[in-house]
T-cell receptor, first 112, second 114 residues
Framework: GQQLNQSPQSMFIQEGEDVSMNCTSS?????WLWYKQDPGEGPVLLIA?????ELTSNGRLTAQFGITRKDSFLNISASIPSDVGIYFC????????????FGTGTRLTIIP | DTAVSQTPKYLVTQMGNDKSIKCEQN?????MYWYKQDSKKFLKIMFS???????INETVPNRFSPKSPDKAHLNLHINSLELGDSAVYFC?????????????FGPGTRLLVL
């Protein structure tokens, strides 16, 4: 089945640094979602994007729906220790009972 | 109140056994899902139910059988467990079954088959 590629696979950064990650697909979506998974927990929604070109913020997080509809980007500014976790993108359609397709994940580690 | 809950959180069992995982959501959502997350953390949908009706059934072995007694519950029964079934299984729910609805995930059930 289709898979979304996330990049980078993992990141090691220092507290206070900004973070950028992206997600690319071989086909278009009309929704992009970004989730975060803390260790031992289920994924939690961070940001939802519904329109090509849309830029949406949630606190220190900003995500963009790529113009081609085949990619999306997530930025985290001024990282803090609680940002540690795995970030997943997910692409979806709204043409009926379609499933979400999840990305391969970006693991974020903050070096003290 | 927990929105999406799963039991048990941990499940350790022998190969060949049959086991069930339960999921309940108190969000009033119409659609529920089961996902499998493997050791590389890749999340793959297995099933989805909308108002107790099976909507999505990915290529999953017949040993896996979901059951939805009502729209707030979706259970997963696994027969003849195999080593490769070891994974974290997540239940999720959404307001409707369209692919753009936000899905709310449970805390996961960590299954280890020995």
């Amino acid at each position: 089945g289709q898979q979304l590629n996330q990049s980078p696979q993992s990141m090691f950064i220092q507290e206070g640094e900004d973070v950028s990650m992206n997600c690319t697909s071989s086909s278009i979506f009309n929704t992009w979602l970004w989730y975060k998974q803390d260790p031992g927990e289920g994924p939690v929604l961070l940001i939802a994007l519904y329109k090509a070109g849309e830029l949406t913020s949630n606190g220190r997080l900003t995500a963009q729906f790529g113009i081609t509809r085949k990619d999306s980007f997530l930025n985290i500014s001024a990282s803090i220790p609680s940002d540690v976790g795995i970030y997943f993108c997910a692409g979806g359609y709204n043409f009926g009972n379609e499933k979400l397709t999840f990305g391969t994940g970006t693991r974020l580690t903050i070096i003290p | 109140d927990t929105a999406v809950s799963q039991t048990p959180k941990y499940l350790v069992t022998q190969m060949g056994n049959d086991k069930s995982i339960k999921c309940e959501q108190n969000l009033g959502h119409d659609t529920m899902y089961w996902y499998k997350q493997d050791s590389k953390k890749f999340l793959k949908i297995m099933f989805s139910y909308n108002n107790k009706e099976l909507i999505i059934n990915e290529t999953v072995p017949n040993r896996f059988s979901p059951k939805s007694p009502d729209k707030a519950h979706l259970n997963l029964h696994i027969n003849s467990l195999e080593l490769g079934d070891s994974a974290v299984y997540f239940c999720a729910s959404s307001r409707s079954g369209t692919g753009t609805e936000t899905q709310y995930f449970g805390p996961g059930t960590r299954l280890l088959v020995l």
